[in-house]
């Protein structure tokens, strides 16, 4: 793998120089180690052929401290009349260019997606990576429900891209349940973490509260001290006239490492 830094913002007063972090997959088995170091998959730009993936605040499932908590359980009882089943197939034997399929998941990211980015070129780029391996389908005898574009490599899971009905979203928390499912399948298979994306601002935190075994990147470590989570991202859409071990965050992230 190659790491790449990007030069964003300066702050002359305070001696901060902002950089994007990126690293750029040479090879498919280094997959576990770009997820364990805090990336996420970059495809933003269908102009670019290498597999990118930027550092953020990635939160992950520790599947050896994953259980099924009541809230899931609840979840899963408001599911149960819509007789939902999940079929898990390797991309390679999925019909990506299924018109059906395609308009599914290009009208949700239209309604779901900020901006609505993710356009049939968006959407055919994305399934052209060689990272995505399998893809979990969600329906009943019915209707479809949804879509999970997962990443498997060893005992790695990410769960990426997601698209389902909405009419159920609110009534049967459809979302959440595919999600659960998803983990709850991995830790089945014997996987090590399910890596379910960022955790930024208090809409994200649901992935905190549902899953046991969260944990997030901080930028040193993985963390499992949610409180703090939580404060970061109740503290997301503030302004930061420092970065964080510059600030009152020194103590809680860099205490190993500052003393």
Known sequence: MKILFSEHQ?????????????????????????????FLPYTGDTDWKDDVFYLARSLRVNLAEFKTLSENRRVDRKMEPLQAGMLVQPKAEFDTNDPDFVTFCTDYAEERFAGGNMESERLQYV???????????????????????????????????????????RSHSLGKWMMWKVIEWAQEQGLGYVYIGTCYREKSLYKVRDHKGAEFFDGIRWNTDLDLLKDLCRSDEQDKPVDALKSERKRQIGKSYFS
Not at 11 to 24: K, R, W
């Open 127 to 169: 399934l052209s990576r060689q990272l995505i391996s399998h893809i979990f389908t969600f329906r009943n005898t019915d209707r479809m429900l949804g879509y999970v574009f997962a990443i498997i490599q060893d005992s790695t899971l990410h769960y990426w891209f997601s698209f389902y009905d909405t009419e159920y979203m």
């Open 10 to 38: 300066t702050d002359y007063t305070s001696y901060t120089f902002s950089y994007a972090v990126y690293c750029v997959k040479e090879a498919q088995e280094e997959l576990p180690e770009i997820y364990a170091r805090g």
